[in-house]
């Protein structure tokens, strides 16, 4: 009722309200296809004043359209993004359609190709780009969404299944209460993906800390994901060498506290998702050490050529390949990678059931006991037909 008399009032036309309510208008679409001529002269309307009934059936009618309008491209755009996502042993590239990439999250698609693949509960997904670079390493990063994270229309992932256990969870940690301190001095804060933020602070008596939580507080961004990066030479900021209009660079990280390299994938701190002994992982470990310091680096780029054509798994061959010829640390997802990735190539080396061979079989349980053997197998079988996906 409020909305017909409104409309009405907007073309002088609000003393016919009750009569059009006799009629049967209960809303103001009804205006345009619910009222005669016949009406409006039963009613009484002068000539001007069917004038303004028709201006204001116009009104509605493109009110009508522009809503049509604006909806149109948001559905539109839901229906034609797309991504593809294989995995080891999938056969070709399954399609996720009808997703708003501006809504949709990182860890939304997750789930969802956990959801797909019916993988349970006690498994998660690591994410990585069709050329094997990790995507999903960082759990902050993984509540933007796919726009904010520049994932195109139409890209193709690659997918890793692995127990729970050796994904990283956010970081426990207690909520500070921000007290807050106005100061006279005007510093920029630059956070890495997230633009700048002007603050007032005290530079003689106000901290890095300080500095950070207010600039949670302004930008709406965790303060334990926000790092320094600049010098740091005592506790205030003018000891740090911020002054007046001074830029402060951040970096957004959930886990600021890496390890080092040799001690990030040389350790035991990883469950397969098919168990191994525990002298099978020494063995692995060992071996990859092995391969890894005793082999030239043309070498090793042969044998990792030869990994990717049997396996076709991009993240084991791109995470080899800085571990091996880069002499970079990988990511907790890169070591994931390695250790899913290369079960699956030595379990198609060994000798299992089903295969016509005259030799020991092996049992998953011991397939990393026999690692060594494989590094040496894998480019004699490298003209076989093995082939992971």
Excluded at 44 to 62: P, Y
Excluded at 65 to 77: A, G, I, R, Y
Excluded at 248 to 253: A, H, T
Excluded at 283 to 298: C, G, I, Q, R
Aim: net charge positive; hydrophobic share 35%.
């Amino acid at each position: 009722m409020d909305a017909i008399l409104n409309t009405l009032k907007q073309f002088r036309l609000e003393s016919y309200c009750n009569q059009l309510v006799q009629l049967g208008v209960k809303e103001t679409r009804d205006f345009l296809d619910s009222v005669t001529d016949e009406d409006l002269d039963n009613m009484g309307l002068s000539h001007v004043e069917k004038n303004r009934f028709s201006a204001m059936k116009t009104s509605i009618q493109r009110a009508k359209e522009h809503q049509v309008q604006t909806l149109t491209p948001v559905q539109k755009s839901m229906e034609s993004f797309y991504l593809k996502y294989t995995f080891p042993k999938c056969r070709k590239p399954k399609i996720i359609k009808n997703m708003d990439s501006a809504k949709t999250t990182v860890e939304d698609l997750m789930r969802r190709i956990c959801h797909l693949e019916s993988v349970g509960n006690s498994k998660g997904v690591c994410l990585y780009t069709i050329d094997g670079m990790p995507l999903t390493d960082d759990p902050f990063f993984n509540t933007w969404s796919l726009k904010d994270r520049h994932i195109e229309n139409g890209a193709v992932m690659y997918a890793m299944f692995t127990p729970k256990e050796n994904l990283k969870q956010f970081p426990q940690t207690p909520k500070r209460e921000i007290v807050e301190t106005y100061g006279s001095n005007m510093v920029r804060c630059h956070i890495m993906l997230k633009g700048d933020f002007e603050l007032k602070v005290k530079l003689a008596s106000d901290t890095i800390t300080n500095l950070i939580l207010k600039l949670a507080n302004k930008s709406g961004i965790p303060a334990h994901v926000v790092h320094y990066k600049g010098r740091r030479g005592g506790d205030t900021l003018e000891s740090c060498g911020i002054s007046e209009g001074s830029t402060v660079n951040f970096s957004l990280s959930s886990f600021p506290d890496e390890t080092s390299y040799d001690e990030t994938f040389f350790i035991h701190d990883f469950l397969p998702s098919v168990p191994q002994t525990k002298k099978g992982i020494s063995v692995f470990l060992s071996s990859v050490y092995a391969v890894k310091h005793n082999y030239k680096t043309k070498q090793l780029q042969k044998l990792i050529a030869y990994i990717r054509k049997l396996t076709g798994c991009h993240p084991l061959a791109q995470s080899l390949h800085q571990l091996f010829c880069r002499n970079e640390r990988l990511t907790r997802n890169q070591k994931i990678a390695v250790v899913e990735g290369l079960y699956l190539l030595f379990r198609e080396l060994l000798p299992q059931r089903g295969r016509p061979q005259g030799e020991r079989l092996i049992k998953d349980l011991d397939v990393f006991e026999n690692s060594l053997y494989c590094w040496v197998t894998s480019p004699i079988r490298s003209k076989e037909t093995i082939r992971i996906p």
